[in-house]
């Protein structure tokens, strides 16, 4: 017990740290808190440049929000329970397996260390953003976690920042699904995570910005502007009610399993859910609205 004491500590401790150097010191490449910030920055400029929705405003409805959002869920939620929660999950997962007989350091089906960097790297993006493709189907399946997702799918203005509106509990999903396959496999460096992140950030962020793009033939493998705002369509078609395009970087599972569906242009389709108008408006009130056991929670 004391030990997870410790951890959670210590991860705490260490976070704040990390953060505090990455803010004031640090001006490595992968510098997440600038890296974020010139990311967002580059893909805003596009829009300003090539908008898509010529009639939307700049500062699109809940800009702001969104932007807090991802300040918030990218570093302020680190800092208050996600790095703690992670590493103890980590470490009781760890001791289970333990006991049980299983060690994830020897239980490994790809031995990363002796393969070129490329490869180790394409493996860790492509399993991990497709397990995070079929937690992307799984929080729209599932009701319980269907009430937390309808914080993202609140938008209804899209822009880069939407990309990282989302409740807090959609990144422990996430992770908790992603840390055994990712185990299993092993062997990536800080530095691997960080190029795959950064990409995926960008990626997400063009998904989501005011562009008309589809990106030609590779629309097959990247999602892309054109596809997500289907995503995001308030009325789905009959034949895939539970959603479409769950894909985050890659469309190509998408096309694999059927769940694509671009019929013609989304430019000007109406986002949302069924009953979004019911849905709380303010950041505090759309946290808590996942908890609450009433159907819907009045806007604040």
Known sequence: ??????????????????????????????????????????????????????????????????????????????????????????????????????????????DINTLPKFWSLFIFFIVSDFVQWCTHNVLHRVPFLWNFHKVHHSVKQMGFAAHLRYHWMEPIVYKSLLYIPIAIIGGFTAKDVAIVHFFAITIGHLNHANLGWDYGFFKYVFNNPKMHIWHHAKTLPKHLPKGVNFGLTLSVWDYLFKTNYVPYSGKDIELGFVKDEEFPTGFFSQEIYPLHFKKNVPKN
Do not use: C
């Open 1 to 110: 017990m004391q030990d997870f004491l410790n951890n959670i500590s210590q991860s705490y401790s260490g976070y704040w740290n990390y953060l505090k150097n990455q803010i004031l010191f640090q001006s490595n490449w992968d510098n997440y808190f600038y890296g974020l910030i010139a990311i967002s920055l580059l893909v805003f400029v596009l829009e300003l440049l090539f908008p898509w929705r010529k009639n939307q405003p700049v500062f699109r409805k809940d800009f702001w929000l969104d932007t807090f959002y991802m300040f918030f869920n990218f570093f302020l939620l680190n800092l208050i329970v996600l790095i703690a929660l992670s590493n103890a999950t980590a470490s009781v997962v760890n001791s289970i397996l333990l006991h049980i007989g299983l060690d994830l350091n020897t239980f490994r089906l790809v």
